[in-house]
Each structure stands twice: as structure tokens, then as C-alpha cells.
């Protein structure tokens, strides 16, 4: 296993012989417990990074993980193996952290919450812009990206089932021109959904916190999604805390600091630069509080 660490005390693993590559930050080096945080359609390391040094910097241990576009990962989110998860736990718990979370955004929580409802070590969920359900993998770029036909995750070597999209290209360049920004609900509404392809949030053995917003041009189940699982751990008296915020204007870019481009990407972030911050400001409060309070 290649690992390199720095001044700070991370410690980036690579994929060949841990099976994921993923940053570990000490925090305040307490191994009570550890948070494993992952970004979206973006891929990559970068966002999922700097989401990690939020609770780095705030004394909780976390790790970055990759899920894919690196060096050490699939250039497209296609067929992602839960095991990236599974992989970076073992680890985790090798260097003796005793509980182990997850927070996701967007794709992330996705993944978040079909690796929480397969791999009973996860007891803390954070879930950022959710889908209730599993969807198709996306692959190409430019005008050449679209659905790739098969899952965004798979396990144990199976593609998970998933929802498809009806739209088979997604012409982000075209949408940017005519729209102002992404804006791709129309292409994530009206999904054949089928039981099989709703992730089953019952099976989770600790607490959710969900988090959506309002002004979520990207898809309408950041809201609608919170909402369908919120009340479906409501109905099966999920012995586990649990709630559902909602913001009023931050858009589907769930991150604690927005980079440049996404005032860019976002109505409603250049709009409401006042009301965003605020939204912000909030989200940070309850993910430390979850995170210190709740997640015991």
C-alpha cells in the first residue's frame, strides 16, 4: 500500500493495494471516531477534499474518498464499486478508529446511502441534495456525454438496479446557453422509479440527517427525496435520530465553501448571495452538531 504524508499529519492512500484511494485528516487525532466524505458528478478529489478539511479543521478525523475521474479511479461515473467503501472501513478501523460515519453530496449521497444500507459498520449518516433511488451511470464528455447504461454503483462485482434516464444526451453547453445555469431538472423528472431501484434507508444502523434545498435546479428529489425517506423511516419507527432540513436558496452546490464556479452554475447563488451564506452558515452548525451531538 503507497502512502504519502505530509506536514499536516494527512495521509493520502492510493487505489493498487488498499482498494481506494482516499486522504486521511487527523483532526484531533481522537480515534473515537472518523467521517468518510465523498462529492458528486464532479468526481475527482478536489470538492470531497475541501469538505474534509472542514471537519478537519473543526478537530473530527475524516477521509476524502475518490469514487472516480483520478488517476487511481475510472474516468466516468460508471459502475462505481461499493467496495471503495467497504475497502477504505477496513482500513479505518485497522488504524484504530472505533465508529465510522459517511457524508455524501449529490452522487455522494447516493452512494452514502446505498453503502450505509449494505455495510452495517457505517453508523452515521450525513445525506447532502439526496436521491431515494439508485441511478444510471453517466459517461463521455462534451456533447458525447450521456447515460453510459448501466449503474452508477455496483457490488460484489453486480451492477446495483437502477433508474435510466429517458434523455440519452445531455448537452451541458446548450443547457448553460439557454438556461444561465444548471439547470437539469427537467432531465431528472418523470424516471420510471421500480422497487428495486430505491434505496432501502431502513437497513441504516445509526442516524441520517438529510439535507436539501428549495432552489435545487438539478434535480427535484433533493427535496422531494429528503422528504420520501424522512417519512419512510418515520413509518418503519427507524429506532435511530433522524431529521430533515430544508434550505430556502442554497442551490444544489451543498458545500460548506462555494467555489467561484458555482456562483457561476447557480441562479440562485448569484441572486441570493446574502441568503445562500446564511444557508451555509447554517449547514455548518448542524454538521457539527450532528456530528458532535447526535453521532454518539
Given at each position: 500500500m503507497f502512502k504519502c504524508r505530509n506536514m499536516a499529519g494527512m495521509v493520502h492512500i492510493l487505489m493498487k493495494n488498499a482498494g481506494f484511494e482516499g486522504i486521511l485528516f487527523p483532526g484531533n487525532g481522537s480515534k473515537d471516531k472518523v467521517i468518510i466524505v465523498m462529492s458528486g458528478s464532479n468526481g475527482g478529489m478536489s470538492?470531497?477534499?475541501?469538505?474534509?478539511?472542514?471537519?478537519?479543521?473543526?478537530?473530527?478525523?475524516?477521509?476524502?474518498?475518490?469514487?472516480?475521474?483520478?488517476?487511481?479511479?475510472?474516468?466516468?461515473?460508471?459502475?462505481v464499486p461499493v467496495e471503495y467503501v467497504e475497502n477504505a472501513i477496513k482500513y479505518l478501523k485497522e488504524q484504530?478508529?472505533?465508529?465510522?460515519?459517511?457524508?455524501?453530496?449529490?452522487?455522494?449521497s447516493e452512494m452514502a446511502l446505498v453503502a450505509a444500507s449494505l455495510l452495517p459498520d457505517i453508523s452515521f449518516v450525513i445525506a447532502r441534495v439526496p436521491s431515494y433511488y439508485v441511478s444510471e451511470g453517466?459517461?463521455?464528455?462534451?456533447?458525447?456525454?450521456?447515460?453510459?447504461?448501466?449503474?452508477?454503483?455496483?457490488?460484489r462485482g453486480k451492477d446495483l438496479p437502477y433508474v435510466a434516464y429517458k434523455t440519452r444526451i445531455i448537452?451541458?453547453?446548450?443547457?448553460?446557453?439557454?438556461?444561465?445555469?444548471?439547470?437539469?431538472?427537467?432531465?431528472?423528472?418523470?424516471?420510471?422509479?421500480?422497487?428495486?431501484?430505491?434505496?432501502?434507508?431502513?437497513?441504516?444502523?445509526?442516524?441520517?440527517?438529510?439535507?436539501?434545498?428549495?432552489?435545487?435546479?438539478?434535480?427535484p428529489?433533493?427535496?422531494?427525496?429528503?422528504?420520501?425517506?424522512?417519512?419512510?423511516?418515520?413509518?418503519?419507527?427507524?429506532?435511530?435520530?433522524?431529521?430533515h432540513i430544508v434550505f430556502e436558496n442554497m442551490s444544489h452546490a451543498a458545500?460548506?465553501?462555494?467555489?467561484?464556479?458555482?456562483?457561476?452554475?447557480?441562479?440562485?447563488?448569484?441572486q441570493h448571495p446574502k441568503e445562500c451564506a446564511k444557508d451555509r452558515k447554517r449547514m455548518k452548525m448542524e454538521l457539527l452538531s450532528w456530528t458532535e451531538g447526535v453521532w454518539q
Open positions: 470538492m470531497a477534499k475541501h469538505e474534509a478539511e472542514f471537519y478537519h479543521k473543526n478537530g473530527i478525523p475524516v477521509m476524502s474518498l475518490a469514487l472516480f475521474k483520478t488517476k487511481q479511479t475510472s474516468p466516468d461515473l460508471v459502475s484504530g478508529y472505533q465508529k465510522i460515519g459517511i457524508d455524501g453530496a449529490s452522487k455522494g453517466l459517461a463521455g464528455k462534451g456533447k458525447r456525454k450521456g447515460p453510459s447504461g448501466t449503474s452508477c454503483w455496483s457490488y448537452n451541458m453547453a446548450e443547457i448553460l446557453k439557454k438556461e444561465k445555469e444548471i439547470r437539469i431538472r427537467d432531465i431528472n423528472s418523470d424516471k420510471d422509479v421500480t422497487p428495486d431501484t430505491i434505496i432501502p434507508v431502513e437497513n441504516i444502523k445509526g442516524p441520517v440527517l438529510f439535507l436539501s434545498s428549495k432552489k435545487d435546479e438539478v434535480w428529489s433533493s427535496y422531494e427525496s429528503a422528504c420520501l425517506m424522512d417519512e419512510k423511516l418515520d413509518e418503519v419507527s427507524f429506532p435511530y435520530e433522524h431529521k458545500v460548506v465553501n462555494l467555489p467561484w464556479i458555482y456562483k457561476m452554475a447557480f441562479k440562485s447563488e448569484r
